[in-house]
């Protein structure tokens, strides 16, 4: 990566994560300021990180579209974990997301892989299921080759049961695993994912997605 010329630009409305991204000056990096609302550069950038607290969905489908008006711009999200829930990724856009608790290194291997300065993701990071492609890099998922609409939570529970088949899960079990130990919701927010991440991928992979009466689900690979 080049010391000097490479440059991020921190879209924010706050300064609560200033030190969070001044770590990544120790790359050789620059960092520019703007506001979501007032996307302006004043050179130019070669990745945005964005702070996405109080910026809607589709504010970020916009900033997407305009990285893709500028060359395919890569964007990363700091996202709050309580928000998690909600988080549409762009579909057609290189995109990742970090949590504001992850450490400096995270951050920069984060920064690193969508700068394009590592290897790119290995073939053991995409998963094939009949004509459902889930790649675990990128947090996208294609069915026929067309994205697939998934919230994070929708994808994280999708990849989970995927990556773990043939074997039942509990409602409890998959509360745990994919929304974390903290989440106070009840189970039937499990029955809610799984019925819409049915309805997206449609028939034939929703077969694999089987209901264990008693238990909870599973993944039939």
């Known amino acids: 990566m080049p010391e000097t ?14 030190e969070f991204v001044r770590s990544l000056t120790t790359m050789g990096i620059e960092v520019s300021l703007a506001t979501p609302d007032s996307p302006t550069a004043a050179h130019d950038f070669s990745l945005l ?12 489908e916009q900033i997407s579209k305009w990285l893709d008006d500028r060359g395919g711009i890569p964007m990363l999200l700091i996202v709050d974990d309580e928000s998690l829930a909600g988080l ?14 992850a450490t400096p290194a995270e951050l920069e291997a984060r920064v690193r892989r969508l ?33 697939v609409d998934l919230t994070l939570m929708e994808y994280s529970l999708l990849s989970f049961l995927a990556t773990h088949p043939n074997r039942a899960y509990s409602r409890e079990v ?18 809610v994912h799984i019925r819409r991440i049915r309805s997206k991928v449609g028939p034939q992979i929703a077969a694999h997605i089987t209901t264990v009466r008693g238990v909870g689900y599973l993944f039939k690979d």
Do not use: K
Request: aromatic share 10%; proline share 4%.
């Open 115 to 147: 700068l394009g300065d590592e290897e790119s993701f290995a073939v053991d990071d995409v998963l094939r299921i009949d004509n459902l492609v889930i790649n675990l890099a990128t947090y996208q998922v294609y069915l026929d080759e067309e994205p």
């Open 174 to 191: 998959l509360l745990h695993r994919v929304w974390g130990f903290e989440y106070c919701g009840g189970t039937r927010t499990v029955d």
């Open 49 to 60: 990180l964005l702070d996405a607290d109080g910026v809607r969905n589709d504010r970020i």
């Open 5 to 18: 010329e490479t440059c991020i630009l921190f879209m924010a409305r706050t300064t609560r994560f200033h």
């Open 88 to 101: 549409r990724m762009p579909p057609h856009a290189r995109c990742d997301f970090v949590c504001p608790s």
